[in-house]
Antibody, heavy 119, light 107 residues
Framework: EVKLVESGGGLVQPGGSLRLSCAAS????????INWVRQAPGKGLEWVAA???????YYADAVKGRFTISRHTPNNTVHLQMNSLRPEDTAVYYC?????????????WGQGTLVTVSS | DIEMTQSPSSLSASVGDRVTITCRAS??????LNWYQQKLGEAPKVLVY???TLQSGVPSRFSGSASGTDFTLTISSLQPEDFGVYYC?????????FGGGTKVEIK
């Protein structure tokens, strides 16, 4: 069974940092495109970042320069380092695999981890 | 960035009704369009990918179609378990973008 499990969410003050982790089982993170998608309370889905198999990384403009996506192959984990956090970054953060060979789609999704940025 | 305009934002329908949700892309994206269902408190699940391919295990009452930059998700006969929010998403280019969502309620 392919499974993704997020961790690392919590309450952080504006300007603070947090590191999210996405632990994969049933798939190898170094041979899959892993993405982070977030959802603010009561709002829709917003793509955040992606780590592609060749090592390329991509970011939404809203987080570029503040967030960094990385991969740790021995632990089969993808991380999202979030710095200079703002209240508008408050959301459930989902880890998901981009499946397919153009076109691609997101499957599966993790259960999500809640990040709250507030003083 | 490719903007995805989804309509309606919400709808209420009866069991057995035919329901249609549309999504319009701001530029040509071929068949790089996916549909997801999200229930309250849960992660989204893919229903249809590549515009019209049904995900394994998804009931055949769901279908997707495409015409130019317009995409449609159809539920042929709405069932009680189909409540939730439906999102379209383009996978043509980064930033990957989603439609605003359609909340489906059962009358």
């Amino acid at each position: 069974e392919v499974k993704l499990v997020e961790s690392g969410g919590g309450l952080v003050q504006p300007g603070g940092s947090l590191r999210l982790s996405c632990a994969a089982s049933g798939l190898a993170v170094n041979s899959n495109y892993i993405n982070w998608v977030r959802q603010a309370p009561g709002k829709g889905l917003e793509w955040v970042a992606a780590f592609y198999t060749g090592g390329s990384t991509y970011y939404a403009d809203a987080v570029k320069g503040r967030f960094t996506i990385s991969r740790h192959t021995p632990n089969n984990t993808v991380h999202l380092q979030m710095n200079s956090l703002r209240p508008e970054d408050t959301a459930v953060y989902y880890c998901t695999r981009e499946k397919g060979a153009a076109p691609n789609w997101f499957d599966p999704w993790g259960q999500g981890t809640l990040v709250t940025v507030s003083s | 960035d490719i903007e995805m305009t989804q309509s309606p934002s919400s709808l209420s329908a009866s069991v057995g009704d035919r329901v249609t949700i549309t999504c319009r892309a701001s530029q040509m994206i071929g068949r790089y369009l996916n549909w997801y269902q999200q229930k309250l408190g849960e992660a989204p699940k893919v229903l249809v990918y590549a515009a019209s391919t049904l995900q394994s295990g998804v009931p055949s009452r769901f279908s997707g179609s495409a015409s130019g930059t317009d995409f449609t998700l159809t539920i042929s006969s709405l069932q009680p378990e189909d409540f939730g929010v439906y999102y379209c998403q383009q996978s043509y280019s980064t930033p990957l973008t989603f439609g605003g969502g359609t909340k489906v309620e059962i009358k």
